[in-house]
């Protein structure tokens, strides 16, 4: 199946951003295939806000998305209107913000407060990853530098507890930071890949522009509450554009579906072993990955696809309440249980 990213038309969606506890959609979003330009129009849209502990940060002004087209590409994109009936919405869901689409059709099955910013916290290292992946460098020798065991330690980070000096390449680094989210190994990414970490958070946020990602912001490569802690944000609209944009990477998509990893000790590095962070991989059938996150802002966030009898689903959850680990997990297996649920439109 031909994978089509759900580039959202975030202004011109029939549901209204207005933060209800039940926000629903059948609205199509705009698909579009590789090859496909967009331009903003200048009719501005507010997005809503849910008086979140992000409410600090200012609610963007929106505009809505066109597509356009090439001819040779316009048969390979997705038919107009929706392919699913929706019919109602999830239940008890606590997230303050999220969105579910059909990653095939761009279709928006459901919406919370979609066009919110928000701070993300380690859903950041997506954009870590994608901006490494584009060096096509996965056998690369990194060094691990010194100053990662006083980055660690100064904001209490996760950590698989890389030793200075031990090498790894860009691979074994990128399966410790996706998979467990430490933050040790996207350290060393960026201070390898920048060189140096002012300069990477600099490609980091190039390439949410080139994405089109005009209400994200990165200040880290690691989604740590620094300098500030809504400082690293986006909205759950652009966090599911950016994750079918790495989706479509084999070497992503085979980490972020792994629950485990073990990297035996080898010719100058130790052994080690990481456990998945997302509570959904092998536990929920058909979640294929993709990145956890939390901080005392931020609270629980979850970015999730899932794949069952042939319908490709993705979204987000923000904003989960801190009752426990799993919090991020138990608001997406909601709601991708309500959308599995529904039937194809005849």
């Known amino acids: 199946m031909r994978r089509l990213a759900a580039r959202l038309v975030i202004a011109g969606l029939a549901f209204a951003i207005a933060g209800t506890a039940a926000g629903c959609s059948a609205t199509p979003g705009l698909a579009y295939a590789k090859g496909v330009t967009s331009s903003r129009t200048a009719s501005p849209a507010s997005a809503g806000s849910s008086g979140s502990s992000a409410s600090s940060l200012a609610s963007p ?59 993300i916290a ?9 901006v490494v992946m584009q060096a096509n460098q ?12 006083n980055y660690v330690a100064k904001y209490g980070a996760n950590a698989v507890g890389l030793i200075p000096g031990q090498v790894l390449t860009v691979d074994e680094l990128m399966h410790m930071m ?27 946020n ?8 005009t209400h994200t912001h990165f200040t ?13 944000y986006s909205t759950p609209a652009e966090l599911v554009h950016l994750g079918e944009v790495a989706m479509e990477y084999p070497e992503f998509r085979g980490i972020v579906k792994l629950r485990y990893y073990t990297l035996k000790k080898g010719k100058g ?60 997990a138990q608001d997406a297996a909601k709601v991708l249980t309500w959308a599995f649920s529904l039937k194809q439109a005849s």
């Open 61 to 119: 002004t929106v505009g809505a998305v066109n597509a356009t087209v090439p001819a040779a590409e316009q048969s390979k994109t997705a038919p107009a209107g929706p392919s699913i009936t929706v019919v109602g919405a999830p239940k008890a869901v606590k997230a303050k913000a999220g969105i579910l689409v059909d990653a095939t059709t761009g279709q928006v099955l459901w919406a919370r407060n979609a066009t919110e910013v928000r701070p």
């Open 220 to 232: 880290s490569p690691d989604g740590l509450p620094y300098p500030s802690e809504t400082s690293t």
């Open 178 to 204: 996706l998979i467990e989210s430490a933050a040790d190994a996207a350290y060393t990414l960026a201070n390898a890949y920048g060189p140096g970490l002012p300069a990477f958070i600099g490609k980091m």
């Open 138 to 149: 996965p056998n690369r020798g990194i060094a691990v530098p010194k100053a990662v065991k």
């Open 269 to 328: 590095h130790g052994a080690y072993s990481v456990t998945s962070s997302n509570e959904l991989i092998g536990q929920y059938p058909g979640v294929v990955g993709i990145k956890t996150g939390f901080t005392d802002a931020a609270g629980h966030t979850l970015l999730f696809e899932a794949v069952r009898d042939g319908r490709v689903l993705i979204g987000d959850v923000l904003g989960s309440p801190p009752t426990g680990a799993g919090a991020g």
């Open 206 to 213: 190039a390439e949410a522009t080139r994405l089109g990602l």
């Open 122 to 130: 380690s859903i950041t290292k997506v954009m870590t990853a994608l």
